[in-house]
């Protein structure tokens, strides 16, 4: 109540100020005036998330099937800079310390830390500036960077960001555009272990000028085709949305994954008794991204998401290598399968 009241006063001083300014200096269109009305323009455009949303303290659960929420998700850029607080600061903690074993059980320590910290120790958060308004974000540690504990790394976390989206909150996985080595020295990470991605999180904010280009560049709201990412019994026999038949939601839950660059590395073939995931090596493969394997976390993410699909329509089973699928080509290489209990 006390903020609605202070956000209406300070809406109605901020318009006089600005028909003041409009109004003096003999009429000529300045360029403060001109910044001046866009001010006000952005800050009643925002004004209904203002008044709710002082402080992140409280958030409406998201209504809707899993694969809606899925489909809907989209990375976040632009957080609003706020503390978690109350009984959602306590939700988020305890979802992130929650259940930390991925399908190839390694061990990974995942942690949320506040940037209100690293201010106090003098620290930027090292993202250079493609995400603004972060203040938390989880971060987690793998002691080797092996392919398996880079998929185990994607999967768990994955699976609490699909619990945060349904809480309202976004996310942002960044492999690329964040400084390890900062991040170790503030969270006093011994030089051998290795940090995979960290994830921002928090409430949105209208996407920044630079978002949005980032988004355009990557073509972020779009995805491949049925045909080109999912196939029965072999690859030479893709198959169409209209064909998938009860494996449509868990595919395109898959099919709706975040990944880096977008570039959706994942490549299923669906059997009788078992479903296999393959990742399909990407051409830049000299890039320094593809040399940390982030690639491999797209895998653990693409997993997470199917089998929260496969939950949806009833089909249990759990994760299984399947010694006889291994092949590491120069295209293809084999991750695991979902067997069919
Ligand atoms: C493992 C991983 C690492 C990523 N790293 C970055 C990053 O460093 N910077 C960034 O802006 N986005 C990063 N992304 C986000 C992707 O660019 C984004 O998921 C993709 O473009 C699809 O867009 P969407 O998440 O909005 O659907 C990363 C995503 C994944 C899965």
Redesign the pocket.
């Given at each position: 109540m006390t903020n609605k009241f202070f956000y209406f006063q300070a809406a109605f001083i901020k318009i006089l100020i600005g028909i003041a300014v409009l109004l003096t200096t003999n009429n000529k269109v300045t360029s403060k005036k001109i910044i001046e009305i866009f001010d006000i323009f952005f800050f009643l455009r925002n004004l209904p998330s203002n008044l709710n949303n002082e402080h992140i303290t409280f958030q409406l659960p998201r209504m809707g099937t899993m694969l809606e929420l899925i489909k809907q998700?989209?990375?976040t850029?632009t957080f609003e800079n706020a503390p978690l607080l109350g009984k959602l600061c306590h939700d988020v903690h305890s979802i992130v310390h929650s259940d930390n074993t991925g399908p190839f059980k390694t061990p990974i320590k995942v942690k949320l830390i506040d940037r209100q910290e690293y201010i106090k120790q003098n620290r930027n958060m090292g993202t250079y500036g493609?995400?603004k308004g972060i203040r938390s974000c989880i971060v987690g540690v793998l002691d080797e960077r092996s392919t398996n504990g880079m998929v185990d790394y994607?999967y768990i976390i994955q699976k609490k960001i699909v619990k945060l989206l349904q809480m309202d909150l976004g996310t942002?996985?960044?492999?690329?555009?964040?400084n390890r080595n900062e991040f170790k020295d503030a969270l006093n990470i011994p030089s051998n272990k290795f940090i995979p991605?960290i994830i921002p999180i928090g409430k949105a904010r209208p996407k920044s000028l630079i978002e949005r280009a980032?988004?355009s560049l990557?073509k972020?709201k779009t995805r491949k085709p049925f045909e080109e990412l999912f196939f029965k019994d072999s690859f030479d026999q893709p198959i169409k949305d209209t064909q998938a038949g009860e494996w449509y939601t868990p595919l395109e839950m898959v099919r709706?994954a975040?990944?880096?660059?977008?570039c959706q590395p994942w490549r299923i073939v669906i059997e009788n008794n078992a479903v296999h995931f393959y990742m399909k090596k990407q051409l830049s493969l000299e890039s320094s991204l593809v040399h940390i394997n982030?690639h491999a976390?797209?895998m653990g993410?693409a997993m997470a998401h199917f089998e929260l699909g496969c939950k949806e329509i009833n089909k249990f089973g759990d994760w299984k290598v399947f010694e006889e699928k291994k092949v590491n080509s120069d295209q293809i290489k084999y991750i695991n399968s979902w067997k069919f209990f």
């Open positions: 998700r989209r990375s850029r493609f995400v994607g942002c996985w960044m492999g690329g555009s964040f991605a980032l988004c990557v972020a709706w975040p990944s880096v660059d977008n982030l976390i797209d993410i």
